[in-house]
Each structure stands twice: as structure tokens, then as C-alpha cells.
């Protein structure tokens, strides 16, 4: 049985807008200001060194990054990343049109796998809200970069051979295709969608 490795954000799964919506509420609750454009700052900061060297940064670089930016003491920033969580799984991430379709599409034929680099939203959390959604059962396994010490493109996230990899980042997700010697299936960032990605997989013999 051939096997698919697939990325998570951005390529089946989304963030919701009610969480979006929500998480101004947070930043007030624990008077932060300009919340939104620090965490993005940090994540493009980290993502620069994960794209690099393929480790995941641990919590402790994340905490100190959040306290130093904000101006917080570390137990505020501890208790903010805590109700960040619990709000990212009440306010879940929703599917990416036609992801539910494309998974059903192949779970008889073929093996799938999830790896994903994770950050503020930690891969346990992750795990539950795929649970929720009605996929993880879909998966054979889920690694996630916080459970593994890697981020992608390290091979070691998840050390093993793909057919083919989808994802929507040609350098985390292209690259680590490479190292798993898979066929890289980009999507979304390209104007390929699902369909196009089923398409390529189930003519390719």
C-alpha cells in the first residue's frame, strides 16, 4: 500500500474566525496590546530558524520571546499560552474546503500519515481537535514537531519513506518531501486545490 504524508495548517485545516474573534478578547483579559502583531512577529522569527535548521523551539525560547515583546512576567505569559489552548480547542479549527472529501477519497488505498510543525498550538491539542473534526481516525500516525524535538524539513520529525507529501510550504514541506524521497504535491499556495492533488496520486502509476 503506497503512503501520504500531509501537512496540517494551511493545508487541511484552518484557523476558525470565531477564534480569531475570540482571541481580542484574551489579549484584553490579560491587557496586552498589540497581541496579534507580536505573536505573528515571533512566529515569522521562529519559523525563519526552523526553516534553517529543523529543530522545534522549545517553550521555554516561546515564553521568554512572548515576555520579553509584551513586557510580562513569565506566570502571566505561562497563564495566557494555557487559555490560549483550552480557546483553540473550544473555538476549533475547521477543514479546508474538500479535505474531508480528499481523505475519505484515499483512507481505503492508501496509508496516511500527518506531520506537522507545531507552535503555539501544541500537537496534543491538535490531536484532540482532529479528533473532534472526525479525521484522526483517518491517520496510521500524527507527528507533531513539540512531541518530536524536530520540525520539518528535518527527516527526523518523522523518520520514514513517503510516495508523496502534500503541504502548502515548498521549503518545510517541499524539502522534507525530498528527504523522504517522496513526490512533493503542492497545494493551495500554488492554485492547486484537492482535487488536483487526487489527481496526481490516483493516475500516477
Given at each position: 500500500?503506497?503512503?501520504?504524508?500531509?501537512?496540517?495548517?494551511?493545508?487541511?485545516?484552518?484557523?476558525?474566525?470565531?477564534?480569531?474573534?475570540?482571541?481580542?478578547d484574551?489579549?484584553?483579559?490579560?491587557?496586552?496590546?498589540?497581541?496579534?502583531?507580536?505573536?505573528?512577529?515571533?512566529?515569522?522569527?521562529?519559523?525563519?530558524?526552523?526553516?534553517?535548521?529543523?529543530?522545534?523551539?522549545?517553550?521555554?525560547?516561546?515564553?521568554?520571546?512572548?515576555?520579553?515583546?509584551?513586557?510580562?512576567?513569565?506566570?502571566?505569559?505561562?497563564?495566557?499560552?494555557?487559555?490560549?489552548?483550552?480557546?483553540?480547542?473550544?473555538?476549533?479549527?475547521?477543514?479546508?474546503?474538500?479535505?474531508?472529501?480528499?481523505?475519505?477519497?484515499?483512507?481505503?488505498?492508501?496509508?496516511?500519515?500527518?506531520?506537522?510543525?507545531?507552535?503555539?498550538?501544541?500537537?496534543?491539542?491538535?490531536?484532540?481537535?482532529?479528533?473532534?473534526?472526525?479525521?484522526?481516525?483517518?491517520?496510521?500516525?500524527?507527528?507533531?514537531?513539540?512531541?518530536?524535538?524536530?520540525?520539518?524539513?528535518?527527516?527526523r520529525?518523522?523518520?520514514?519513506?513517503?510516495?508523496?507529501?502534500i503541504?502548502?510550504n515548498?521549503?518545510?514541506?517541499?524539502?522534507?518531501?525530498?528527504?523522504?524521497?517522496?513526490?512533493?504535491?503542492?497545494?493551495?499556495?500554488?492554485?492547486?486545490?484537492?482535487?488536483?492533488?487526487?489527481?496526481?496520486?490516483?493516475?500516477?502509476?
Amino acid at each position: 500500500m503506497k503512503t501520504i504524508g500531509i501537512d496540517l495548517w494551511g493545508t487541511l485545516i484552518k484557523a476558525n474566525p470565531k477564534f480569531k474573534e475570540r482571541k481580542q478578547d484574551l489579549f484584553e483579559k490579560y491587557n496586552i496590546i498589540n497581541g496579534q502583531e507580536v505573536m505573528d512577529d515571533i512566529k515569522n522569527d521562529l519559523n525563519k530558524i526552523i526553516e534553517y535548521s529543523g529543530w522545534h523551539p522549545k517553550d521555554e525560547l516561546i515564553i521568554i520571546l512572548l515576555s520579553s515583546r509584551l513586557s510580562k512576567e513569565r506566570n502571566i505569559i505561562e497563564n495566557f499560552i494555557n487559555d490560549y489552548q483550552k480557546l483553540s480547542e473550544l473555538y476549533s479549527p475547521v477543514l479546508i474546503q474538500d479535505a474531508e472529501w480528499f481523505l475519505n477519497s484515499l483512507k481505503d488505498n492508501y496509508e496516511l500519515h500527518i506531520v506537522s510543525n507545531t507552535m503555539f498550538i501544541k500537537g496534543k491539542s491538535l490531536a484532540t481537535i482532529l479528533d473532534n473534526l472526525g479525521i484522526l481516525k483517518l491517520f496510521k500516525t500524527t507527528s507533531f514537531s513539540d512531541q518530536m524535538g524536530y520540525s520539518k524539513p528535518n527527516y527526523r520529525i518523522h523518520p520514514r519513506e513517503f510516495d508523496y507529501f502534500i503541504g502548502d510550504n515548498p521549503i518545510t514541506d517541499g524539502v522534507y518531501a525530498t528527504k523522504t524521497k517522496a513526490k512533493f504535491i503542492q497545494i493551495h499556495t500554488n492554485n492547486k486545490t484537492f482535487k488536483d492533488a487526487y489527481n496526481i496520486i490516483t493516475t500516477d502509476f
